[in-house]
């Protein structure tokens, strides 16, 4: 089976410029997250997907981030213009939607440098 | 709102016991977890452990809750070099997907 996968693994892209990561869940698993860790920093929510539904944005920074999961399959990530604090590693983690702990499988990260 | 702290630093030689400590605020925590990172790597769930359970032994980790106190802790027995890696304690309340993540300790295990 498959894992989480994110494309691409490294973004070096320059301030105002538009990027979009992308992340291609655990088949058949409805939940989607996404997560930020900025330069030595706790990973940080962003939001929450099931299916095609956001369940939870609240961790979202601002509005130059748009996060989309059309047809509930893979999502897209995308910074527009970004700035040089949206820096980080980009975590994406999927899980089934049933379950008591329904574990969370974590993708390798996309790291993002804004120069 | 949820807060998870960690220490930023641990190293341990090698054929030694590490422990990684961490606290946490959300009292209604329900499910804790130990992720590691290696270099280059995603996110790797270790262990976890419900907020009803004390300890949970699994071959080489232990992991110590007390509720009370809001304290988690990770014991690796006998760390080899390949434990070298970011441990990161989160927390989840139950029925809510959000895991809120420390800022991960640092293990450097010295030959």
């Known amino acids: 089976e498959a894992g989480v996968t994110q494309f691409p693994s490294h973004s070096v892209i320059e301030k105002g410029q538009t990027v979009t990561l992308r992340c291609d869940p655990i088949?058949?698993?409805?939940?989607l997250y996404w997560y930020r860790r900025v330069m030595g920093k706790e990973i940080k929510f962003l939001l929450h997907?099931?299916?095609?539904?956001?369940?939870?944005e609240s961790g979202m920074p601002n509005n130059r981030f748009l996060a989309e999961r059309t047809g509930g399959t893979y999502s897209t990530l995308k910074v527009q213009p970004a700035e040089l604090e949206d820096s980080g590693v980009y975590f994406c983690?999927?899980?089934?939607?049933?379950?008591?702990?329904?574990?969370?499988?974590f993708g390798q990260g996309t790291r993002l440098t804004v120069v | 709102g949820e807060d998870v702290e960690q220490s930023l630093f641990l190293s341990v030689r090698e054929g030694d016991s590490s422990v990684i400590n961490c606290t946490y605020t959300?009292?209604?925590?329900?499910?804790l977890y130990w992720y590691k990172q290696e270099p280059g790597a995603g996110l790797q769930l270790l262990t976890y452990?419900?907020?009803?359970?004390d300890m949970k032994q699994d071959q080489r980790l232990t992991v110590l809750l007390n509720k009370k106190d809001k304290h988690l802790s990770l014991r690796i027995a006998d760390t080899q070099t390949g434990d070298s890696a970011i441990y990161f304690c989160?927390?989840?309340?139950?029925?809510?997907?959000?895991?809120?993540f420390g800022i991960g300790t640092k293990l450097q295990v010295i030959p």
């Open positions: 983690a999927s899980s089934r939607l049933t379950g008591a702990n329904t574990e969370a499988f």
């Open positions: 088949s058949g698993h409805d939940n």
């Open positions: 997907f099931v299916k095609e539904s956001k369940q939870d």
């Open positions: 452990i419900f907020s009803n359970m």
């Open positions: 989160a927390e989840r309340s139950g029925g809510y997907q959000k895991v809120t």
């Open positions: 959300d009292s209604s925590s329900t499910y």
